[in-house]
Nanobody, 123 residues
Framework: QVQLVESGGGLVQAGDSLRLSCAAS????????MGWFRQAPGKEREFEAA????????YYADSVKGRFTISRDNAKNTVYLQMNSLKPEDTAVYYC????????????????WGQGTQVTVSS
């Protein structure tokens, strides 16, 4: 079992940057791919980025490609989401999760969710 704790969210202005962190407990963290999702008020939780267990491949939603970068440090049991050129439409609660099976783009492929961290981008 893996427990996840997100941090790094906050209130920023459009064009600013933030780095989110997701700290994992559990000995098997380095064996799993990881993903970041976000959920805006009144909307479904949606995929943003994912990374394989060894950082060999990364995946991004079109809406964040070129602005967000996912990375991980298995020695620290932590996955990161560097968010640059933030826009008001990036405002949401951001969640990390463990990829289990299926498509990395599908929420159904993930288990063990964190509690989320709020990101608010003002215009």
């Amino acid at each position: 079992q893996v427990q996840l704790v997100e941090s790094g969210g906050g209130l920023v202005q459009a064009g600013d940057s933030l780095r989110l962190s997701c700290a994992a407990s559990g000995r098997t963290f380095s064996s799993y791919g990881m993903g970041w999702f976000r959920q805006a008020p009144g909307k479904e939780r949606e995929f943003e980025a994912a990374i394989t267990w060894n950082s060999g491949r990364t995946y991004y939603a079109d809406s964040v490609k070129g602005r967000f970068t996912i990375s991980r440090d298995n020695a620290k049991n932590t996955v990161y989401l560097q968010m640059n050129s933030l826009k008001p439409e990036d405002t949401a609660v951001y969640y990390c999760a463990v990829f289990i099976t299926g498509s990395v783009y599908s929420i159904g492929g993930y288990d063990y969710w964190g509690q989320g961290t709020q990101v608010t981008v003002s215009s």
